[in-house]
Every structure is written in structure tokens, then in C-alpha cells.
């Protein structure tokens, strides 16, 4: 089983005994209410999926990260995991000082024991995380709605917040677990945010042949108008594996957490995040984590080459088509015909068949899957 | 603060062995070079030392089986 990034899997979540004790005092503590998206990362860092992080960022990680794509122990790591708060809140808080997390609708989620209290640059930040100030990026523009001043510090935490999607909700030990269990030794890891069509079978099961398992792991949360509704997305994936996978080859499990769209750098977090769910390979697409034209389409693979120590090997997929000569999904590589008997994977056009309730073509999409999504009214964000 | 970086030594026959061999790549110096190799080293010397105790792997696999991930 491939080690979790750092050596350790972490555990923020408290024994039974001490969380009772925290419960205690949890209402006489100064209290921060945090959005969904904090919430995620707090119960992501609790869960050991960010490992080895134990807590939100102190300045010298944030600065490293920021700096050179790795913490301060010189581990890599590439997304930076920070809690804002405005001048009025870090006035009121002291270093030494512990404070409740609470969900918005007033849940104790964890105490933080703060050890750093600092501020930021939003325009270095923006240009080193996501390579652009344009407030247009979604990354940059949550970075610019975010307060002024970072807290650091380690967490215990005491609560997950439940999600309608928890049946497919398991954490790193978990799915640790579960691969020894179907006796994997090789997993493969995919990353996705939307309903699959016949290029992401392509690509899952050309990586299955070269492991033991494959993973699939859709993100779950905020995500952009237009994209799709995680319940769909899976129920799409469940009658996938229903007809076309094999029952012990193929499993599916959600990772709860906000998408940055931050292209490579994102890349090389999500291959963490799943090295910590015990996959040994990624499955990296073209512009993967991206959005709009922000970041070259290879660069998401290319970043790689600067963590050799990343531990968990990326498995690179370029373009691919469905090829009406060759009656099959191809890549450049393998397909010898016109690019006129090619039939591209376009996210647009499928999305445009089914918000006219049209089944896409079954060399684009799998036709039960289609009519999953069909069966729902309105299977896209507004 | 503490400095970013700081100065091993090597022989200087391995260093000019290595200055050969970077020439005409994209390592920019030695020290990347050697950078680069040690931080590879070390992720492969990393053990996993993951235990599950009875009780908790009794208490995961009841989830997975009632999820239906496992029989």
C-alpha cells in the first residue's frame, strides 16, 4: 500500500473521551462561522485526505507553498489550505487563543488552536496559485471576496457535517481498507466533475489494464453554472460501472471539496489527495483542473516533472476520439484515419443534446447513461 | 529567518561527473541535479507503517459491507 503523503496518515477527529470534553467548552470559546467550502477543507484535513496537514497553514507553509510549491519541510505541496478572517476577528483573537468552527447553519465543527495570525498578498497569491489576477478566473475571484488577515493552527475536530451523498462518502482509511480488501496493490485514481462519456471509459479502463483498480472519485461541491448536479453525476457513474465495469475492478467514492480551477498546480494537489486515499496512479487528461484558456493544455502534466518525489505516478492521456473507421476511441498515437472520420469528445455538444432532452449518439455516450441524466429535470447548476 | 538553502559537500571528481552530465539538458546546475536526486531518494525510503487495529478494521469493513463496497 503506497505510504500517505508526508508518512502518516493524519486523524484530526477526536477519541470519544476527549471529544466530550471539548464539547464541554465548545459554547464558552470566541466562534467563527465558516462557509461550505472552509467546512470541506477542515473535514478534509480531519480525515487525513490533505496529509500531512494538521491544521490551516501557518505564514512560513503559506509562503513556501506560495514560493516554491512545497511546505517548509520542503514536502510538495501546491494548493494553499488557509483560513481568512477580517481586521475585527484577528483584532479579537490572540496566538494561543482556541476558537469554535461552526457551520453556517451554527454546528460546532472543530476548535482551532491558533498559533499564526497574519497577512497576505492577494495579487501574489493569485499570480502564483493561478498564473493570472484576472477576476474573471473563479480562484481569483473567490481570492479577492476573501478577508483580509489568515489564521494558522492545528485542529480537533469534533463533527462531520452530513451530505446527501454520505452512502458514497468513505475517508482515506477507509478506502485503504477497501482496496486491500479486493486485493489491489495497484490503484488508479480519477479525478471528475462531470457525467461520463465513452473518452473517460477510454481513458479509466486503458489505465485499469495496467493496475488492479480504479478509483473513481467525483468532486463534490461548489462548482460553476452550467456544470453538472453531483447527484447526477452519481447516478450517471453508478449505472456506468452497473453495466460496463466488473463489480471488483471498479469502485466509486466522492471527495468533498471546493474545485480552485487552478490547472498544474491543482494537478499535482489532486494526485496528493489521492495518494492519501491509497491510489498509486493518476489519471491525468488535458487541462486538467482548468478552466477557460488560462493555462496551456499540457501544462497540468508538465508540472510534474518537478516533483520527483510526488510518490504516486501520473498516467498522461492527450487527445481522444471516437473514430468511425476504426469503430473505436482512439488517440493520435493509435488512429491512422482523417481527422474527418473523428467524432470529438465536446463537453458543449453533449451538454447541448441533453438540455434538449436529445440521447447524445452511443459512440459519444453510453445510452443508459443518458437516460439517467434524462430522468432528471433539471440536471445542471443554475 | 531561516536561510532557504545551504552548502553540502561532494567530491569534486562526482561534481564534475555530474556537470557532464547535465550539460545539454534542462537541469540549470548541480545543485538541482543533486536536489532533485535526493528528494527522489528519500520519497522511495519512506516505509508505510499503517496499521489498522482489530477493532477498527472490524468497524470499517461493517461499513463497507452495509455501503455494499464489500461482501
Known sequence: MISPHGGKLINRFLEEDERQKVLEEIDRLPSLTLDPDLISDVENIATGVYSPLVGFMNRSDLDSVLQNMRLADDLPWTMPIVLDVDRQTADRLKIGERVTLRSEDGQPVAVLNIEDKYTYDKEQFALRVYGTTDLKHPGVARLSAMKEFLLGGKLEVVNLIPTPFDRYRLTPRETRLLFREKGWKTVVGFQTRNTPHLGHEYVQKTALTFTDGLFINPVIGRKKRGDFKDEVILAAYEELIKHYYLKDRAVMAILKMEMRYAGPREAIHHAIIRKNFGCTHIIIGRDHAGVGNYYPPYAAQEIFEQFPDLGIVPLFFTSFFFCRQCQSVENEKTCPHDRSMHVEFSGTRIREMLVKGEVPPPELMRPEVARVILSFEQPFND | ?71
Open chain 2, 1 to 71: 529567518m531561516e536561510k532557504e538553502f545551504t552548502s553540502v559537500s561532494i567530491p569534486t571528481s562526482l561534481y564534475k561527473k555530474i556537470e557532464e552530465k547535465i550539460k545539454g539538458t534542462d537541469i540549470s546546475s548541480v545543485s538541482s541535479y543533486v536536489a532533485k536526486v535526493l528528494r527522489e531518494s528519500l520519497a522511495r525510503e519512506q516505509d508505510n507503517k499503517e496499521v489498522f487495529t482489530p477493532e477498527e478494521e472490524e468497524k470499517i469493513k461493517e461499513r463497507l459491507k452495509a455501503l455494499g463496497y464489500i461482501d
